[in-house]
């Protein structure tokens, strides 16, 4: 602590300790603040070592100078509250009228409830702003200001977010698509050379391999029983070729089956016998689908909007 400093708060402390301020005589007890009548926090008269280098002579807890007396309070700076309140109202009234203009939002006949609600707002921010330490709480509603900001470009854009989101997903997790129009979706192949799409069956998530050479949605058995299809219940009369020879398989139906945003009702599907590493998507989706293409490794599937 510099000793011209500390010289300075000790005279101060000991104007204070006498009761006289710069006004005149204070009432006040030795060695409490003429404010607000407090001892110092933990060693009393010594008021110095609680105050930081840029706010010398001022109380730690009512946050005023040791100098101001309660019927002819100031700033810092020497600018009463009344006048920093008049400036903040007028301020704000301004940016609001003139935000008016821009987005005429209010109109002084049909909404005066509202206006009289913003100016009781714009009233307690001004007298928040007054009470002290002026610059510390105009830093503070900025923040506030910027937070509330950000929320509200947030929620205006959130629809070009979840798209964002939608995408950064098809890019690191191809199987769950991007959106390429209010009809279509885009599938960029894995990195075992296939295409794999993840659908929502019956509300179970279930990861398929595209097959256009099969005949039908094939669900794995694991998968079945995920969706509750009990193998012991389970007819599997139904043969199909496939490069590993005859299979057998038992015709289902998925009542509901869902890939994004596309929805499709009462899907015939069938349960493999044999284990599977993971379901097909065959011909069966495909044939309710408007069209499909396969471009550059992208599948794309468009189907009808209803």
Not at 70 to 91: D, E, H, K, Q
Not at 215 to 220: D, G, K, T
Request: charged letters at 25%; one cysteine or more.
């Amino acid at each position: 602590m510099p000793l011209a400093w500390r010289r300075d708060n000790v005279q101060a402390k000991d104007r204070i300790v006498k009761g006289l301020s710069k006004e005149g005589p204070v009432t006040a007890q030795p060695n409490k603040c003429p404010n607000c009548h407090k001892a110092p926090p933990n060693r009393e008269n010594d008021w110095a070592l609680y105050m930081p280098d840029d706010e010398a002579g001022r109380c730690p807890h009512c946050d005023r100078s040791f100098s101001e007396s309660r019927t002819g309070r100031t700033l810092a700076g020497g600018v009463p509250p009344i006048l920093v309140f008049g400036i903040s109202m007028a301020v704000l009234c301004g940016l609001m009228v003139w935000l008016n203009t821009i987005f005429d939002v209010l109109s002084f006949k049909e909404d005066p409830g509202q206006i009289v609600y913003e100016l009781i707002f714009v009233g307690f921010v001004s007298a928040y702003i007054a009470s002290g330490r002026t610059a510390a709480k105009l830093k503070a509603l900025a923040a506030w200001a910027a937070i509330f900001l950000m929320a509200m470009l947030v929620y205006a854009y959130r629809h070009d977010l979840a798209a964002v989101k939608d995408r950064v997903l098809g890019a690191l997790i191809p199987e769950f698509g991007t959106t390429a129009a209010e009809d279509a979706l885009q599938f960029h192949v894995g990195e075992d050379g296939h295409f794999h799409i993840r659908a929502m069956v019956n509300g179970v998530p279930i990861r398929f391999l595209v097959d256009t050479g099969a005949s039908h949605i094939v669900l794995a058995p694991r998968d079945a029983e995920r969706l509750g299809l009990k193998r012991e219940r389970l007819d599997f009369n139904r043969i199909y070729a496939t490069a590993n020879g005859p299979v057998r398989g038992a015709s289902v139906r998925v009542d509901d089956f869902r890939v994004g945003p596309l929805r499709l009702k009462h899907v015939n599907a069938s349960v493999n016998e044999t284990p599977m590493r993971e379901s097909l998507l065959g011909m069966t989706f495909f044939n309710r689908l408007e069209r499909f293409t396969v471009e550059d490794d992208v599948l794309t599937i468009h189907w009808a909007q209803r």
